[in-house]
């Protein structure tokens, strides 16, 4: 069975536009955890630009699956991962101009970093991914970092146009083959959605899908007609 975790980072910006405590993270990802979501995903930016240090630690305590923590190579973040201690941290490169994360980690150039950052925190009992482009060629570089898992970033996969697609599909589905291959376990994310999730699914070493914003905007519309009836009713009964 493939798991699902479900990044609630865009709850945390709807928080953050008003400024005040609500809605509260702890509720949505509760909300997730009983409609079945496997696992909560949260990303510690540099900049806090959505999930801050309050979110970390509150969530540490009251996620009842488990916390998968995506994180860059920042000394800061490094500290608050291991004084909270998710289940998972995902590293993930990042660029404070950027909207959401761009591309995968550079583990060939970057190397000695990455290799720091993976060591610290399994020192602390602490899984690592590596999110990471589909790269057949990257693998044994990443086998050296001692990372437990392997995220593919599927960016390129959500943007392919339907010519594009199969040949993507096929570059992931021989990585994940090769990954396994050695021994890792495959994670899949980004940009997938409603439309794009069943081809990818078909690739049986992927092992879990990590999701945010396709479910975030579709809870939109799913609850929008009942928010407004539930508002409506309130008025109609006060008068
Ligand atoms: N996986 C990683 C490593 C990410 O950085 C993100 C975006 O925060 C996701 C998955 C989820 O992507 P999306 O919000 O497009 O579903």
Known sequence: ?????????????????????????????????????????????????????????????????????????????????????????????????????????????????????????????????????????GIDKFMETGADDIEIHTGGYSLATPQQKPVVLKRISEFAQNAQKKGLKICAGHGLTYHNISPICQIKEIEEFNIGYSIIVRSIFSGLKNAVSDMKRLIKEAN
């Open 1 to 137: 069975m493939k798991l699902l975790g479900v990044n609630i980072d865009h709850i945390a910006t709807l928080r953050n536009a008003r400024g005040e405590f609500f809605p509260p993270l702890s509720h949505a990802a509760s909300i997730v955890e009983q409609a079945g979501g496997d696992f909560i995903t949260i990303h510690l930016r540099e900049d806090r630009r959505h999930i801050n240090d309050d979110d970390l630690a509150h969530l540490s305590q009251t996620v009842t699956t488990y916390l998968n923590l995506e994180m860059a190579c920042n000394e800061d973040v490094l500290k608050r991962a291991i004084e909270h201690k998710p289940f998972k941290a995902t590293l993930v490169p990042e660029r404070r101009e950027e909207v959401t994360t761009e591309g995968g980690l550079d583990v060939v150039n970057h190397f000695d970093k990455i290799k720091e950052y993976v060591t610290a925190l399994k020192e602390n009992n602490i899984f690592v991914s590596l999110f990471i482009e589909p790269d057949i060629k």
